[in-house]
């Protein structure tokens, strides 16, 4: 492990809270501060399930494994401690928050962030929010619209990236964010993606996908596949041109033959 | 200095009247012969009318033989306060300080009137804002046709006749035909005196193609014995009228608060209305909405927020008796620690109410293992041309929604806050009336950081 590393995932297994299905079955993965990785791999195959254990949800049990997040034991930490800490979660189905605005849910989240008797500057907040806007081409109203309530799936996306691009984590986990967005929307959101990774060029992003095309805008580093609770192959973005041509079958294969080896 | 003991001690022997014919008798003796006959008349009634046991429907789930026990309390004995802000208590100040725009103020202090003033340049047209007991006098006509008659008689029950008979102060507001109120008209009401029953009654004339707006807010500190607050809340919209009404209810515990509204609705006339409840040990509203007119509209909005052991008990009825007239009731509470709240609701469309439009929902937040909410709607409907909806919910705070905004740094307790006064707040943005969001979202906030959401 270099000193670099930002996230380090040992043998990771995951079952269901209060269930006996395991779904993550060891799972090993280091991310470099300032990389950007792809996790691919086919429907059910837990993905999900390891972006939303990072963030901390408490429907999913760790049975075994480490995860250190930038020097500290991530599993110790409640989901609002791991966020102050700079993990960030693009959701694939954002959550609606009937009556609360986008702009009070984000400034009470940056006050989150503040010690114990700071107070936020509120004209630098809305200096913020609106320069995020800008740089993700939504319109000023927005802000006052409440959480995801009555959005479009690409709306919520999209409102999915202004929080990451207000909150500026050290470490993005984006779950299918292609899904359900239009080329053009796309590029509007891997442009906030990029210019986020310019700004901070530590700033680290894990990047779930069924499609190369996400990867066509997002440029990896390491692509990962992930096949039933398991990472079965990295390597570099050719892996995901691959797979686009060839499927999973062919990995499924290799994979059994792995097993059989052992 | 003894002296001034001595004097205090004097009241006591009146408390010892209680709620009784002689009371009933002296304030019948200050009043115009038609009012003490009026009075005389509700005091029969009051006798004649049993006492509502759990027995009744309406009644199920208050039980007013353990919550409110009528002979202990007495009528107010303590001298009204001067007309000088500087005598008034610091919280009743620092709410009124708090007012935005207003074309008139009023305040209340122990049921008594202690302060009016309305615009000059509404007064000249006509506009009435004054104390019901001077209206007594100055306004008879008006209070002879309006007051306790058609809108809330003293047949109506046993709290309503005993409001009749024992009301000591109260509100007129008057709004001439076509003329608009560009401003609300504010009531503030203090309680302080403790084991007192303090009756009192509202009423709101908007006359045709009139514009009204007002707000009344009722607050105290806590009482360390039971005490009664009793509201007789009566208001005629006529033809093209259009009212905007708001109630805030702020009272401190130890208080049984009863609200008894009726609001009569004439052709294309429009009611806002909004009830919020956050105070009192009880509180129990009996509302009910006539369309009288076709045309008319009315929107119904409640809010309620219970915590400790409060009980809120909201019984509300919306009546078509005109046909193509709409009415939309949404009541939303939210209940924290061992505090309950019943909402019965009913939708009556009248034989001959065709084209009516008429919804009714209700929506609970329980926050607590040991809060409970009951929702009983109904719908009476008697036409065949009709769009009508119930519906009501209880629910608790979804996880998924708490685990969104701590994902965003959010701790759990911030979380459940931003949930709650969202699911709240949507109720008053409907009814944004000159600061109450304001007020009503701060004491939202204040129960919760008491409460385990700290």
New interface residues.
Partial sequence: MSDTTILSIENLHVKVADEGLAILKGVDLTLPGGEVHAVMGPNGSGKSTLAKVL????GYEVVAGTVVFDGRDLLEL???E???AGI??A?QY???????SIA???R???Q??LVEGEELDLFDFQDLLLDRMNLLDMDVSFAER?VNDGFSGGEKKRNEIL?MAV?KPRLALMDETDSGLDIDALKVVAHGVNTLRCEDPTMSVLLITHYQRMLDYIRPDVVHVMVDGRIVRSGGPDVAVRLEEEGYAMLREADARTVVQM | MVEVVADRVAPEQKKSGALDRGVVERLAGDDPEWLATRRMQALRIYEATPMPSTQLEEWRYTDLSRKLCLDKLHSPVAEALPDDPQAWPERLRSTMAEDHDAVGHLVLVDGSVVHTNIGAHLSSRGVVLTSLRRAATEHPTLLEKYLATQAIPPEDGKLQALNAMLWTDGVLLYVPPGVRLEHPVRVTRWYSETGAAFFSRTLIVADSASKLAYVDEALSDDFDQETLTSQAVEVFASDGAHVQYVSAQRIGRGAFCHAAQRILLGRDATLDMLNVSLGASTTRVDLNARLLGSGADSNLLGLYFGDGDQHFDHNTSQDHIAPAARSDLLYKGALDDSSRAVFRGVIRVAEGAQQTDAYQTNRNLILSDNARADALPKLEIHADDVKCSHGATVGQLDEESLFYLMSRGLTRAQAERLVVVGFLGMVLQRLPLGGVVEKVTRVIEEKLRLGAHA
């Fill in positions: 963030t901390g949800h408490p409640e989901p609002n791991r966020a102050c960030f979660l959701f954002p959550v609606e928050i009937p009556g609360v009070n849910f984000l009470t989240a940056m989150s962030r409440p929080q909150l």
